[in-house]
Structures are given as structure tokens and as C-alpha cells.
């Protein structure tokens, strides 16, 4: 694929600040963009990371035809960098893309416009272990009409970012049962921008009541449990692992969440995807039974629960060292992401 690359005059590689890499707070010198106009996509390019200008009546910002990604590359101790199983969030792209009535992106564009995105800007991937390079691929209609309809025109683009080691503070988690993020027939299975934008100001009245993230159940009964925050989330009850299934088209399928569960099905551990109710958490709490609780994604990898508030009741997970699925879970993507392992799945897709 030819992509047309205009480089930095002058890398800003300097200013960044390696002992303090706040997600999002600094992006690479590259992004890469790409149109699609008159039903095809045009040439891609790759420019310096900067602003972008647009007409005020460009149909996204009104009627939110947009969708995201989130993705990250991890740089070994050979220097060698690869990037998470991308080619997964490719298929998701273009799943919310056909919900979202927006043109579909091409493997190769997708693909190797991040890969050679990537490698032009390899040294601003973090080589701390923990530590990665967030890669932030998006789309959104750019038709300059106000009228309600699906748009034409859209572009494609890919920013990143350098990542920090996450700190995996425990959660305290707060369960929904006014406010709903998904349901059936709705959009909760895309990645689209909407979904976050109606999360808002619920997460904001969590965060004042003093939780961390949210618990999200279904809009008919508030009983049963969907993603925490924009995490999936698990369970594990006696010595099974149980999280919500996706059948009902409310919950995003987490690439992460996959492989969390083909990682424990390989280790010969039980994992049962199914509805789960707010009523077996507390049932499983009240018999000892509850003994982990995280949220699975991209960003934090697993997020350990450390309480969970339903309806007045507040329910204590045991302490954290304890947890001998999550740390392991943990521990074996990390090694897999790092080269530390044999890479079985192939599931590392390389850079350079
Ligand atoms: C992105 C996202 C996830 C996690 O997906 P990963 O592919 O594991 O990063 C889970 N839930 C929601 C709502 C998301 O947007």
C-alpha cells in the first residue's frame, strides 16, 4: 500500500517526559489519515500530529456518526515492538462501523497504515516494562450538511500515544440501577462515541457518591450485570470464573475479555459466559463464595475490584494477594506482550 509520509521537520521526542507518562497527555509526532470521498477511499497519508480543521456543519459533531478504537504496542527488552492482536479490533472497527451506517475500513489500511505509522514513530514507544504506546484509531462522517442523514464522506485516522505502567489501585464499584448504558437492539455492542457521552454524567454522580467506576445492569430489571465502567467485568465464584455474555448485543466484546478467557481455559480453569444477576453476586458473597472481582480492557489490562455498593448493601472482596486468577492472568498477558513467553496464539503482530 502506498501511504504518502511528510516527516517532522523536528522530532518532539525530547519534551517527553518518561518518569511521567500520563495517558493521553502526549502524542507521537505522526498521524495518519485517510478519506473516503465519492465511495472510495483516497490515498492515505502520514503528516505531523496537529490540529485539523473542519466546516461547523460537519455531520458528526451534530448527529455523532463516529466510532473509536484502542489498541497498544509494547516494546521488548531486543527492542523488537509489536502490537496486540490488531487485526481483532479491525473486525470490531468495522462491526460498529456497519451499525453506525459509516464506510467500512480496508485490512490493509487499517493494518499497515498503523504499522508503518508505528514504525516511523518507534522511539516514542515506552520500553519500560508496563509500559506501551496507546494507538488511537478513529472515524467520524465528515459530510458538511446539516440535514439528518447518514453521511457519505468520512475520514479515518490513527494518533498514539506513550503509556505509562498502570497502576491497578482496587475499585470500588458502585451498581447502576437508575441509569442504563445498553440495551437490546441499541448500539452498547460498538465502540462507538455516543455510548461514551451518555456514560458521563452518570460516572460523574458515581465519582461524587465516591466510587470509582460503575457497575452497569440491564434497562429491564437492573438484577443483571454488564461491563464496569468501559471494562468487561468477571467474576470468580468458588473456583469457576463466570462473566456476562454477549448474546443480548449490550456489551462491547472486549478483546481483552478474550483472551482472558482462552488464557484460564487453557490453564484448565472453568469459565461460564452467561447472565449473571446482582442477586448470585450477593448470594455467592453471603457464602464465602466471591472470591475475585475485576474489570478486563485495554487501558488498565485488569482492574481488581475491591468493593462492590448495591442498593445500601456494600459487599468487601477478599484482599488482593490473594487473588490467584486475576494475578495470573495478569502476569501471563504481560509476559506474552513482552516476549517473555512463546507467543503461542500469535496474538503479537510486529512492527519492527
Ligand atoms: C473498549 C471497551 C472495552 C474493552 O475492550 P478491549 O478490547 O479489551 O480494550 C470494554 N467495554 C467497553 C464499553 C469498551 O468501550
Known amino acids: 500500500m ?45 503528516v505531523p500530529y496537529g490540529d485539523i480543521t473542519m466546516s461547523p456543519a460537519t455531520t458528526f459533531i451534530h448527529y455523532g456518526q463516529s466510532l473509536f478504537e484502542g489498541i497498544k504496542a509494547y516494546k521488548r527488552k531486543d527492542g523488537e515492538i509489536n502490537i496486540f ?12 462501523a456497519r ?5 467500512e475500513v480496508p485490512e490493509e489500511l487499517f493494518m499497515e497504515g498503523m504499522r508503518q505509522l508505528i514504525e516511523l514513530d518507534s ?8 509500559s506501551s504506546l496507546y494507538i488511537r484509531p478513529f472515524m467520524f462522517g465528515t459530510d458538511a450538511f446539516i440535514g439528518v442523514k447518514p453521511a457519505d464522506n468520512f475520514r479515518f485516522m490513527i ?11 482496587p475499585t470500588r464499584i458502585y451498581v447502576q440501577n437508575k441509569y442504563v448504558r445498553a440495551f437490546p437492539g441499541g448500539i452498547g455492542f460498538t465502540k462507538a462515541a455516543g455510548n461514551y457521552g451518555a456514560c458521563m454524567l ?24 454488564q461491563e464496569i465502567g468501559t471494562m468487561n467485568v468477571f467474576f470468580v465464584f468458588g473456583n469457576t470464573v463466570v462473566t456476562p455474555d454477549l448474546s443480548e448485543g449490550t456489551i462491547l ?6 483472551s482472558v478467557i482462552k488464557l484460564l481455559q487453557e490453564k484448565g480453569i472453568a469459565v461460564e459466559e452467561r447472565a449473571i444477576s446482582i442477586d448470585e453476586i450477593e448470594e455467592n458473597y453471603k457464602n464465602g463464595q466471591l472470591k475475585e472481582a475485576f474489570g478486563a480492557g485495554t487501558a488498565a489490562v485488569i482492574a481488581p ?3 462492590l455498593f448495591y442498593n445500601g448493601d456494600t459487599m468487601l472482596l477478599p484482599p488482593m494477594d490473594t487473588w490467584e486468577i486475576s494475578n495470573y492472568i495478569k502476569k501471563e498477558l504481560a509476559d506474552i506482550r513482552y516476549g517473555n513467553i512463546e507467543d503461542t496464539h500469535k496474538w503479537m503482530y510486529k512492527v519492527c
Not at 15 to 37: A, P, R, V, W
Not at 123 to 130: A, I, Q, R, T
Not at 159 to 169: E, V
Not at 202 to 225: A, M, S
Open 2 to 46: 502506498n501511504i504518502h509520509i511528510t516527516k517532522v521537520a523536528k522530532s518532539r521526542i525530547e519534551e517527553l517526559n518518561t518518569d511521567d507518562l500520563q495517558f493521553g497527555k502526549q502524542y507521537s509526532d505522526h498521524m495518519l489519515i485517510c478519506d473516503f470521498e465519492d465511495g472510495e477511499w483516497k490515498q492515505p497519508v502520514i
Open 99 to 103: 451499525r453506525m451506517a459509516m464506510a
Open 253 to 258: 466484546a472486549g478483546v481483552t475479555r478474550d
Open 159 to 169: 494518533i498514539t500515544s506513550p503509556a505509562g505502567a498502570y497502576y491497578n489501585k
Open 305 to 307: 475490584i475491591s468493593e
Open 202 to 225: 452518570p460516572t460523574l454522580e458515581t465519582r461524587k457518591l465516591g466510587y470509582d467506576q460503575i457497575l452497569w445492569t440491564d434497562g429491564f430489571t437492573h438484577k443483571n450485570v
Open 85 to 96: 492482536r490488531p487485526r481483532d479490533n479491525w473486525e470490531r472497527f468495522n462491526m460498529s
Open 123 to 130: 522511539n516514542w514507544v515506552p520500553d519500560v516494562e508496563g
